[in-house]
């Protein structure tokens, strides 16, 4: 009930294209979904986050879509760019921030 | 820089040592975590303080390993008797008490056990 499931485990897109990443958890008491980006040599970095409440979100180039009832949620990059190819993690937690699972990731290539 | 800072960056030890890092969070933060995360997987959950409180141990926290954080500020994470398996990044977050739940990580220190 604690896993997060994170696909595809690889992703190349041309530039200017939409790259598309999906997860699906299983603990409905999860009430928080973040989205990571994480370059090489670095910690990951909170992108982008959705509360269940909302079917929605976005902010700039990055979507998240949220499907309360099949418990799936999506990040979706619009006109990505090179400068985009990092690995991406979903996670699951609680709006308190204790204890988010991570998602195994996607390594997104972007070719210019 | 008011970021989260993890020392060292890099270790290299040989099996049976003994190694400790550290981690320095955004003051303001009254959490703190630790993750291990392994080559291409997701960051793994190992143990959560608030303040000096350390109020959550993961499975994977066996016991070869203990985390500290005195006066609720930096926190260290000691490995007793280091094997191969505990070849790993191991990384350090904060997060405020209140807010929206998002973590800020460190750059991690990369454990070589060999």
């Known amino acids: 009930q604690q896993q997060v499931k994170q696909s595809p485990q690889s992703l190349i897109v041309q530039k200017g294209g939409i790259s598309i990443i999906n997860c699906a958890y299983e603990?409905?008491?999860?009430?928080?979904f973040p989205w990571y980006q994480q370059f090489p040599g670095k910690g990951p970095a909170l992108l982008i986050a959705?509360?269940?409440?909302?079917s929605e979100k976005k902010e700039g180039r990055f979507t998240i879509s949220f499907n309360k009832s099949a418990k799936q949620f999506s990040l979706h990059i619009m006109d990505s760019q090179p400068g985009d190819s990092a690995t991406y993690f979903c996670?699951?937690?609680?709006?308190?921030?204790?204890?988010?699972?991570f998602g195994a990731g996607t390594r997104l290539f972007v070719k210019a | 820089d008011t970021g989260v800072s993890q020392n060292p960056r890099h270790k290299i030890t040989k099996r049976g040592q003994n190694v400790t890092f550290r981690c320095d969070p955004i003051?303001?933060?009254?959490?703190l975590y630790w993750y291990r995360q392994t080559l291409g997987q997701g960051p793994e959950f190992l143990t959560y303080?608030?303040?000096?409180?350390?109020?959550?141990k993961s499975r994977l926290l066996s016991d070869r390993f203990s985390a500290e954080r005195p006066k609720g500020s930096f926190s260290t994470l000691e490995i007793q008797r280091t094997e191969q398996g505990d070849s790993a990044m191991y990384l350090c977050?904060?997060?405020?008490?209140?807010?929206?739940?998002?973590?800020?990580f460190g750059s991690g220190t990369r454990l070589t056990v060999v």
């Open positions: 003051s303001e933060h009254n959490r």
């Open positions: 977050a904060s997060s405020p008490t209140q807010g929206v739940g998002g973590y800020t």
């Open positions: 959705i509360r269940p409440d909302v």
């Open positions: 603990n409905t008491a999860f009430d928080y």
């Open positions: 996670a699951a937690g609680h709006t308190g921030g204790f204890k988010t699972i």
């Open positions: 303080f608030q303040n000096e409180a350390q109020l959550e």
